[in-house]
Nanobody, 121 residues
Framework: QVQLVESGGGLVQAGGSLRLSCAAS????????MGWYRQVPGKERELVAT???????NVADSVKGRFTISRDNAKNTVYLQMSSLKPEDTAVYYC???????????????WGQGTQVTVSS
């Protein structure tokens, strides 16, 4: 079994910073892509940023220049450093990982339980 455990959410004032962490554990052969998505009530979950095992990143325009994604492959952990936070960044942030469980090429998608980020004005 694979688990993604997130930490680092909370309440912050506009202009402040938060750092989210997500650690993957379990029977993992390799992790291809890790990333963060966010969702507010009544809206679809949207991509925030992703990073491959090689370090290639994809960052949403809405957070580009303010959020930085990074990962520690040895620890199977992905981070999201969020700066210059705005009230519109308020959402539940979900960790996502595309994981290979064995030497066969099949990959599976996993989600964390979500962590609330609230930015007050």
């Amino acid at each position: 079994q694979v688990q993604l455990v997130e930490s680092g959410g909370g309440l912050v004032q506009a202009g402040g910073s938060l750092r989210l962490s997500c650690a993957a554990s379990g029977s993992i052969f390799s992790i291809n892509r890790m990333g963060w998505y966010r969702q507010v009530p009544g809206k679809e979950r949207e991509l925030v940023a992703t990073i491959t095992s090689g370090g290639s990143t994809n960052v949403a325009d809405s957070v580009k220049g303010r959020f930085t994604i990074s990962r520690d492959n040895a620890k199977n952990t992905v981070y999201l450093q969020m700066s210059s936070l705005k009230p519109e960044d308020t959402a539940v942030y979900y960790c996502n990982a595309i994981i290979q469980l064995s030497q066969t090429p099949n990959e599976f998608q996993y989600w964390g339980q979500g962590t609330q980020v609230t930015v007050s004005s």
